[in-house]
C-alpha cells in the first residue's frame, strides 16, 4: 500500500528526530512511503532555518520514492489528452533533453540542494511567493457569494456551469454556453493561463512558466494558441475525466475548501492533493483539510485516496499518534 503524509506529520517526524524509528514502522506496516516536491516546497518556506533543516532531513532520509512534480503529472495528462484529440499541436520530436533536464532538477538535485543548506531555496521562495494570496483572496471572495446564495456544492457531481451572458466572445468561442462540468471550464482557464498569458511574455516578466516548459516539451504551443476556440472545445467537449484526474480533484479540493472557512493554507493543500491520485492512504494531523478530502472522496467519479486524521497533540510520540490511526 502506498502512503503520503501530510507536511504536519513530516514536522513532527523532523522535531523528534525519529526518521529511522518511521522508516522502521513503515516497514513493518508493509506501507511504501512517497514523497511529492510540494512538501519540500511547503517546507522551505519555514522561516527558523534549524528547524527547516531538521523537517528537510526527515524527508530526505525519510523516503526514496520521490514523486514528479504536480507540474510534471498534471501536464502529462493534458500531452495525453492532445495527443489523442488533437495530434496536429503535437510536435514532431519532443524534447526529451528539457524533460530530463526538469526531471531530474525536481526528483534529485533540489533534494541535494535542500539538504546541504535550504536556505537559499527559502530565500527563493521569499522572492517568488507565487499566486497563493491572490488564491485565498479568490476563495473568500466565492465563499461570500456561497453564503449569500445558500449555494450548495453538494453532491459534485451534480454542479454544472453555464456561460454569463455579458462574457466576452472570446471567452466562449468554441462552448455553445450550455451547462457543462465546471471543472472542465476551470481547468481549461488555468491551462490557458500558464500555456499563454504566463509563458508568452515569460522572457521578460521572469513569471513562472514550468506548466509551458514540461506540455512544451511534447506540443508545439504556437499550434495550441493560433485557435483558442479550439482549445475551448478540446476541454469542453474532449477531454475524458478518468484521463485528466488531477485536473478533478483539484477542482474539486477547491471547491469543498470554499465550503468552509477559508485559510492561508488553502493553496498548499490544493497543490498537494494533485498527488493524491498516486497513493492509497493520506495521514494528515489537519482535520479541515482531512474532512475536504473525505467529501471528495464521497463524491469522486473514480476511487479516491483514503484519507485519515492524525492527533495533532505533540506531547503524544509522533509514532504513536501515527500507528493509532494504521
Not at 58 to 87: H, Y
Not at 179 to 204: K, N, T, Y
Amino acid at each position: 500500500m502506498k502512503i503520503i503524509l501530510d507536511t504536519n506529520i513530516w514536522s513532527s517526524i523532523g522535531d523528534e528526530g525519529v526518521v529511522h524509528e518511521f522508516n522502521d514502522l513503515m516497514r513493518s506496516c508493509s506501507l511504501q512511503v512517497l514523497m511529492p516536491p510540494s512538501t519540500l516546497v511547503e517546507v522551505v518556506r519555514i522561516p527558523a532555518a534549524e528547524v527547516r533543516q531538521r523537517i528537510v532531513h526527515a524527508l530526505v532520509k525519510g523516503s526514496k520514492n520521490r514523486l514528479p512534480t504536480e507540474a510534471e503529472s498534471e501536464s502529462n495528462e493534458v500531452v495525453d489528452t492532445i495527443r489523442k484529440f488533437r495530434p496536429q499541436w503535437m510536435r514532431r520530436m519532443p524534447d526529451t533533453a528539457k524533460v530530463a533536464s526538469l526531471n531530474g532538477f525536481w526528483t534529485k538535485r533540489i533534494w541535494r540542494a535542500a539538504l546541504e543548506d535550504s536556505t537559499p531555496l527559502y530565500n527563493y521562495q521569499l522572492r517568488h511567493p507565487g499566486a497563493q494570496d491572490y488564491m485565498v483572496s479568490q476563495q473568500k471572495a466565492q465563499r461570500k457569494t456561497l453564503l449569500r446564495d445558500q449555494f450548495q456544492v453538494r453532491p459534485l457531481t451534480a454542479l454544472l456551469a453555464t456561460a454569463l451572458p455579458e462574457a466576452p466572445e472570446s471567452y466562449i468561442a468554441g462552448w455553445s454556453g450550455s451547462a457543462v462540468e465546471p471543472w472542465r471550464i476551470e481547468s481549461r482557464d488555468i491551462s490557458w493561463h500558464e500555456l499563454v498569458d504566463v509563458a508568452g511574455p515569460a522572457m521578460v516578466t521572469k513569471e513562472d512558466a514550468t506548466v509551458a516548459d514540461w506540455v512544451g516539451a511534447y506540443v508545439d504551443l504556437s499550434q495550441l494558441r493560433s485557435d483558442r476556440a479550439d482549445f475551448t472545445r478540446l476541454w469542453v467537449e474532449d477531454a475524458q475525466i478518468e484521463f485528466m484526474r488531477r485536473q478533478w480533484t483539484r477542482w474539486a479540493v477547491r471547491t469543498m475548501q470554499t465550503d468552509r472557512k477559508v485559510t492561508n493554507g488553502n493553496p498548499a493543500d490544493e497543490q498537494h492533493s494533485s498527488y493524491l491520485v498516486d497513493c492509497d492512504l493520506f495521514l494528515s494531523a489537519d482535520a479541515s483539510y482531512i474532512a475536504v478530502l473525505n467529501a471528495v472522496r464521497e463524491d469522486a467519479p473514480f476511487p479516491f485516496v483514503e484519507a485519515r486524521l492524525v492527533s495533532g497533540d505533540r506531547t503524544v510520540p509522533v509514532l504513536e499518534r501515527i500507528a493509532a490511526v494504521l
